[in-house]
């Protein structure tokens, strides 16, 4: 039986299927269904889980190469929000980039974990190291 780290198994056998280079999404509630990507959905009410929660269990044994977000994400979001989401992707590379770009990363990744997270554009693609 695990003890720590990330207990849930739907989780745990996604995880373990990404190799280096291979990405994960990390989406907000909003975010669209996906029928060709296996989706964890772990969204409980509002805000419970954040994609910052999620975040912060993976990265302790996932190696984060680098992380793409919407360029949106920095105008529509308030200063205390984007201080939130640069202290947990510091050391992370991150790249912004057009939401209809980054959709267009979405089909090429192992799976998506769907939080109920109600930040807008909070949705973050990461690239194993």
């Known amino acids: 039986m695990l003890k ?13 299927r ?3 280079t291979n990405t994960l999404v990390i989406a907000d509630r909003g975010f669209p269904f996906w029928p060709q990507l296996e989706t ?3 969204s409980l009410v ?12 993976l990265s302790k044994n996932f190696v984060v190469a680098q992380v793409f977000m919407a360029e949106e994400f920095l105008s529509v ?6 201080a939130a989401f ?3 992707l510091a050391g992370m590379p991150t790249v912004y980039e057009p939401h209809v770009i980054f959709k267009k990363r979405v089909p090429q990744a192992i799976g998506l974990i769907r ?15």
């Not at 720590?4 to 373990?16: E, K, Q």
């Not at 979001?77 to 984007?82: A, F, L, S, V």
């Not at 939080?115 to 190291?129: C, H, K, P, R």
């Open 77 to 82: 979001n308030t200063p205390e929000t984007k």
């Open 115 to 129: 939080t109920a997270d109600t930040v807008s554009y909070a949705n973050l693609i990461v690239e194993s190291g």
């Open 86 to 88: 640069a202290a947990a």
């Open 40 to 42: 964890v959905d772990i």
């Open 46 to 57: 509002d805000d419970i889980p954040r994609v910052l929660d999620v975040l912060q269990a």
């Open 4 to 16: 720590t780290g990330i207990l849930n198994p739907a989780i745990n056998s996604l995880l373990s």
């Open 18 to 20: 990404i190799r280096h």
